[in-house]
């Protein structure tokens, strides 16, 4: 009801290793005419697989997402698209396939060009 998807972000590195955040993006409907809140994006606590607990940020501020836009976060840039671009998705069904597309290990924003 607050324009704020929440989620679990679990980023693997190579080794196996799982990295997990619980996050939250807040999709505003416009970034114009005097909107009081942007766009933004918040990491609510970090995952400890070994101790099985959620660890609290010590800056767990709300981050305007305009700076991650530009390539800098090549993972939260890929989800704002997939979940705030086109007004906020109506279902999670739609969600998930928004995700799938615009976010997905296969989408273009995804893949990487370097190889």
């Known amino acids: 009801p607050d324009g704020t998807i929440r989620y679990v972000l679990n980023v ?15 999709c505003s409907p416009t970034s114009f005419g005097g909107e009081s809140k942007r766009s933004s994006y918040k990491v609510f606590g970090y995952g400890d697989p070994v101790n099985k607990r959620w660890i609290a940020p010590r800056k767990g501020s709300w981050k ?15 989800l704002f698209r997939a979940f705030c671009e086109d007004g906020t998705p109506a279902s999670q069904q739609a969600l998930q396939q928004r995700v799938t597309e615009r976010a997905g290990k296969y989408s273009p924003s995804m893949i990487n060009r370097s190889k």
């Not at 080794?15 to 993006?25: K, M, P, S, V, Y």
């Not at 700076?67 to 890929?78: E, F, Q, V, Y």
């Open 64 to 78: 305007n997402i305009g700076s991650i836009l530009s390539g800098a976060d090549p993972i939260r840039g890929p």
């Open 12 to 26: 693997q590195s190579q080794q196996g290793h799982d990295n997990l955040t619980a996050e939250g993006i807040y």
